[in-house]
């Protein structure tokens, strides 16, 4: 079956622009992550959805970072007005269980880079 | 603040050979310890976990041994082959938010 993806692959901001990065977790997947991944780095928590239920948010590292899952399936990360900081990968893992207390599937990310 | 630590930063081996990575944590709240591995431009995926009520488990060539009173836990991969150069990295998860050490690139030369 298919796994998790994301879109776009890459982009490209010019600092001060809004992006939004798209998450499709694994069809019936009840748990979903959105890690940031800084180049040489391990990925680092941002946000943790149960269903439609943001239930963490500690990661997110500014008020410009914001993050939903509206049906409980798709997930959107959008970043305001972009910083060259900002340029990393963004991850997204989904899981079968609440709280991902299981195998985390990962997507192969979205390279952003901010010029 | 950095809760789990992995070591080496890279690691060299021949084939045939046994890797060996390292991994401390902090918190004892942590009940959940995967190995992740990443390939260049792809997401990170599950290799072996374990969790803090054994002390070693073994898939394949793939072993984890786990320390819970010294908060350490490694990954072995026996009979490296060149396929498994890659970056490797521990993991601890408390609620299924997973804190990931800084990485290991391991590279097995034929």
């Known amino acids: 079956g298919a796994g998790v993806s994301q879109s776009p692959r890459y982009k490209v901001a010019k600092r001060g622009q809004d992006v939004a990065l798209r998450c499709d977790p694994i069809?019936?997947?009840?748990?979903l992550f959105w890690y940031q991944q800084a180049l040489g780095q391990g990925p680092e928590f941002l946000t943790y959805f149960q269903n439609e239920a943001q239930l963490d948010k500690s990661g997110l590292p500014s008020d410009r970072f914001f993050a939903e899952r509206p049906e409980g399936s798709v997930s959107t990360l959008k970043i305001q007005r972009t910083q060259q900081e900002d340029s990393a990968v963004y991850l997204c893992a989904s899981s079968p269980r609440r709280f991902g207390t299981d195998t985390q599937y990962f997507g192969p990310g979205t390279r952003l880079t901010v010029l | 603040q950095q809760q789990v630590k992995q070591s080496p930063q890279s690691l060299i081996v021949q084939k045939g050979g046994i890797s060996i990575i390292n991994c401390a944590y902090e918190?004892?709240?942590?009940?959940?310890f995967p190995w992740y591995q990443q390939f260049p431009g792809k997401g990170p995926a599950l290799l072996i976990a374990i969790r803090p009520d054994v002390s070693e488990k073994k898939e394949g060539r793939f072993t984890i041994s786990f320390n819970k009173s010294a908060k350490q836990f490694s990954l072995h991969i026996m009979d490296s082959q060149p396929g498994d150069s890659a970056t490797y990295f521990c993991?601890?998860?408390?609620?299924?938010?997973?804190?990931f050490g800084q990485g290991t690139i391991l590279t097995v030369h034929p």
């Open positions: 993991a601890a998860s408390s609620y299924g938010k997973l804190t």
């Open positions: 918190n004892t709240a942590f009940d959940y």
């Open positions: 069809s019936g997947h009840v748990s």
